[in-house]
């Protein structure tokens, strides 16, 4: 069975270690956002596809919830001698090795979805990883920080400024001239299922669907496409999707993040606390609605949301 | 008594470490190589000026020979496992922020001699480093291996390929066009002396004396000029002017060394291994040879070569 999920960082990392257990993980392809994407002191740096590779690959600090096990930060420590301002962005010794590697390869005219696919080698990862898209997408987030705009990159937003600032809105710089990554139309036609993970609707899906040609062609194939919602009880479990959801016009419930597929899904999972949201759903979106419980402590927690999320295409 | 020491990495360092204590540092002036300067992996790196850097900032690992002292190297064991080939050259975690922090800097706009002062600030250095230029110039080695000529970076042909080549030649690109940094010849022109350090004089002080407008100024003050010869007993203590030396026309002697400045020097300061060696220098040369230990193994034994290279310009 072929599996096409489109996923963020965390919980897409979370939810695709569950789903290559639930099925070959060479029948996986993870379809990945990239518009978090950031240069940073001269590095390139890909905060979605690493969190993913990191997870697929089993290297991820689940504890830290961020970055790579076994991680030390000496470069940073020092960096920040040089410059406490500068060094905002928590670059791990060991993560230093992944964005010099894909710095270099870049200048040397490699694609992002070839390097990506290079990284992934190197951490044994048999599941196909796609970055969205080859070209620059870069998600951008108007605040309002005590009555002064800002136009902020989403990591000078959520990791320099820690989420604090009011969010106005969202753009996604170079979305409208993007064309999806070799191979993500090819997985997205040849799929057997497509699976929204739990990420942020807003930040996270919402640029892969903003890629022109993506959104069409799961819309042509929504009779298998399925989603898990992010939120919980009102909240996501994670990052802050609770902020931008209600800039985007999105409730910040598990209907809400689901209106956000629209017209893209047969069926939509939700977490047992949002038992009682399921028959809103199926009669406003017209969908097929089930309950489990979605919290992804281990990867046997998430092997069964991954399970559970597929049983929604059945008879 | 103001200094102005011409300099390239462990030679110019070391020496430089003993010319801050027969001087006081902040009448001491280094302009630095930069033709050894490279892109790796997206950052740039300037050898030359990092050593000196390290040195004077009493950061330098003495017995390693390069790079910092309590240093790791988790970034580049971890890059060699993406791509062994592309981990040549050693970024240690903590010189990884020199370069991570310079890069940045390059980027904001900011000019290469300004942003030595500001890496410099970190280290505590009173004394202050001038890169030759602001401008890039690189040294180029063109080599024959097995009887195929190639055309390598300096780094490529010294560190990468560790020196095995036969060379035919050294050009610097750029530097015809480079400009001396600001503040170079204003201190060559206020100076009460000027010294070469025992660095190579085809590779590190060569580039130096090429900037136009630094070989003028020079030559100008040569009545305060003294060198020291980096060439001991027919070989260098450390690096490659042995192979470098004859590529360029030079003897592989303190003579040698020494005809490398003809015209820019009062005087000159050779090992005792190489006493019977001044007189011929004294003669060819027209200019004052004086023998001293000049072999540093400590900061004392730099500051007494420091004071007997100073000494020649006595009356």
Not at 76 to 102: I, V
Not at 112 to 131: C, D, K, N
Not at 197 to 209: H, K, M, R, W
């Amino acid at each position: 069975m072929k599996v096409v999920a489109l996923a963020g960082g965390i919980g897409g990392g979370k939810f695709l270690r569950g789903l290559v257990r639930a099925v070959p993980p060479n029948d996986v392809v993870a379809v990945v956002n990239t518009g978090d994407d950031l240069w940073m002191h001269g590095l390139r740096i890909c905060p979605d596809l690493d969190s993913v590779t990191y997870w697929l690959g089993d290297a991820f600090d689940r504890e830290r919830g961020w970055g790579r096990r076994d991680e030390t930060f000496r470069a940073t420590d020092e960096l920040r001698r040089f410059d406490r301002e500068a060094a905002w962005f928590g670059l791990g010794d060991l993560d230093l090795a992944t964005h010099l590697y894909r710095t270099r390869l870049l200048a040397d005219g490699r694609s992002l979805s070839e390097i990506t696919g290079l990284v992934a080698a190197r951490f044994g990862i048999v599941a196909r990883i796609l970055p969205m898209s080859d070209d620059d997408v870069t998600t951008r987030v108007d605040v309002v920080s005590f009555g002064q705009e800002m136009d902020l990159h989403f990591q000078e937003y959520w990791v320099q400024r820690g989420g604090r600032d009011d969010v106005k809105g969202v753009r996604f710089q170079g979305l409208d001239a993007a064309r999806p990554a070799p191979g993500v139309l090819e997985a997205l036609a040849e799929a057997d299922a497509i699976v929204f993970a739990p990420s942020n609707p807003v930040v996270s899906i919402g640029p892969i669907l903003g890629v022109p040609g993506i959104r069409e062609a799961i819309e042509a194939r929504r009779d298998i496409a399925v989603g898990v919602s992010g939120i919980i009880g009102g909240a996501p479990l994670a990052g802050m999707a609770d902020r931008l959801m209600p800039a985007a016009g999105l409730e910040v419930t598990a209907a809400g993040a689901a209106s956000a597929y629209q017209g893209l899904l047969r069926g939509w999972l939700v977490d047992e606390r949002d038992r009682e949201l399921a028959p809103r759903i199926e009669r406003d979106l017209g969908i097929r609605v089930a309950v489990a419980d979605t919290i992804m402590v281990d990867d046997d927690d998430a092997e069964a949301v991954a399970r559970a999320a597929l049983r929604l295409l059945g008879t």
